[in-house]
Every structure is written in C-alpha cells, then in structure tokens.
C-alpha cells in the first residue's frame, strides 16, 4: 500500500497555517505575561518574600518575550532572503536575549519555593536552552546553514515551552479538582511543555531536513550510475 504524499501547494497550506498558530499563541503569551511585570504585578502567584526573586522573573520575562515575538519571523523564508541584514540583526538580537533570559532564570530556579522537581526542569531547559543557542551560533559563523537552522528549529522549541507550560497549565486548571495544589500543576506543565516541545521539534528535524535527502538519495545513485549525456545533449 503506498504512502500518502502531500502536494507541495498542501504542505505549502499547512506550513502557513502552522506558523500562523506558533507566531499567535508566541504574540498572546508575551503580550499578556510579559506586561504585568512592568507594572509590578504578575499574572501567576509569586513569593515576593524571597530576595530577588520577582526581580529576577522581571529580568527575565523582558528577553525571554522579545525572544518569543522574534522567532517565528527568522524562519519565514521570504523574509531571510529579502531581509537578509534584518535576519542577521534580529538574529543577534535573539541570541542574547537568550543569554539574558537564561541568566535571570537560573537565578529564579535556585530560589523558587515550587520544589526540586521544577527545579530540574527549569536547569534542563536553560541549559539546553543556552547550549543549542550556542551551537546555532557557531554553525552560523561557519556558514553551516543547514545545521544552523537545525539548532535555531531546537533552540525555538526550547523558547516555546514558555507558550506550551501555560497552556497545559490553563488546562490543568480547569480540568483538574481544586484539591489538587498549583504548585503541582505547575510543575506538570514545565515537564510537559519541555519534553513535549523537543519530542515535536525532533519530529519536524527529521521530517523537513532528514527525510528529503532519504528521498533523494536514492536519485542520485541513479544518476551516478547513469551514464553521461555529451554536452550537446545537455544544453
């Protein structure tokens, strides 16, 4: 039984219509998130009692948004090729809003009160989070363009857990019983969003870059065995 394959006009369909829901709910996270703290409020519950720590979530909620906003348009391929020195500067932009994030971020985590298991995920992502940004800007600067959009495919799946966290967390509070403490949710949701986010990430890697050159790998050892039009036949 063959596979279904997809036209190029369908995946063209749903790769607008996918970027379209990640740069919406990317927009609506930071927009209704990232204010409050600007205003010395938030929109979850905070300790305010621990040294720091709300300073700390302020610092980080102003790069890690921008980081948000940012990412859906670096991979919009118009965009690269029209804009290629806007690429580079909202490019340079994101990676040290990354550091900066990640910086007040570890600090946050040291000090929560929600537990050792948040604590863990939260050093996971940040250090996956740095890590890839890393490797991003050094396949970059050997000009590895291939790699470098496969790390910035990693490094944005990372960015998004802050979306994926709040929505699982939304849901589990709806649908959860109120017996049942926000500080455990809340860490459900951290583990979900991150695992969740590289699981999706790995499948679209191996979908858009590695399954193609499957495909036209075998071309190739065709045309190499094949023997070689003479010049006149090639014009």
């Not at 994030?101 to 050093?123: D, I, P």
């Given at each position: 039984m063959s596979a279904t394959v997809m036209s190029p006009a369908v995946r063209r369909r749903w790769w607008w219509f996918l970027w379209g829901l990640l740069a919406l709910l990317a927009t609506g996270i930071a927009a209704y998130f990232v204010p409050p703290y600007l205003t010395g409020s938030s929109a979850v519950p905070i300790d305010r009692a621990i040294v720091g720590y709300y300073a700390s979530l302020v610092v980080h909620a102003l790069p890690a948004g921008l980081t948000l906003i940012i990412g859906p348009w670096q991979f919009v391929p118009r965009l690269r090729a029209r804009f290629p020195k806007l690429h580079r500067v909202l490019g340079r932009?994101?990676?040290?809003?990354?550091?900066?994030?990640?910086?007040?971020?570890?600090?946050?985590?040291?000090?929560?009160?929600?537990?050792?298991?948040?604590?863990?995920?939260?050093?996971?992502?940040?250090?996956?989070?740095?890590?890839?940004?890393?490797?991003?800007?050094?396949?970059?600067?050997r000009r590895e363009i291939a790699l470098h959009r496969v790390w910035m495919i990693r490094n944005?799946?990372?960015?998004?857990?802050?979306?994926?966290?709040?929505?699982?967390?939304?849901?589990?509070?709806?649908?959860?019983?109120?017996?049942?403490?926000?500080?455990?949710?809340?860490?459900?949701?951290a583990w979900a969003g991150l695992l969740g986010n590289v699981l999706i990430?790995?499948?679209?890697?191996?979908?858009?870059?590695?399954?193609?050159?499957?495909?036209?790998?075998?071309?190739?050892?065709?045309?190499?065995?094949?023997?070689?039009?003479?010049?006149?036949?090639?014009?």
């Open positions: 932009v994101y990676l040290i809003s990354v550091v900066a994030a990640s910086g007040a971020a570890a600090y946050a985590s040291a000090v929560t009160t929600s537990g050792f298991a948040l604590q863990v995920a939260f050093y996971l992502l940040i250090v996956a989070w740095l890590y890839t940004a890393a490797q991003a800007y050094r396949t970059i600067r944005y799946a990372l960015t998004f857990a802050a979306v994926t966290l709040r929505v699982y967390l939304m849901i589990g509070m709806r649908v959860l019983p109120s017996s049942v403490p926000f500080k455990d949710i809340y860490t459900a949701a990430a790995e499948y679209f890697i191996i979908q858009r870059t590695l399954a193609p050159l499957a495909r036209r790998a075998p071309r190739s050892g065709s045309a190499a065995g094949s023997p070689v039009a003479e010049p006149s036949a090639a014009v």
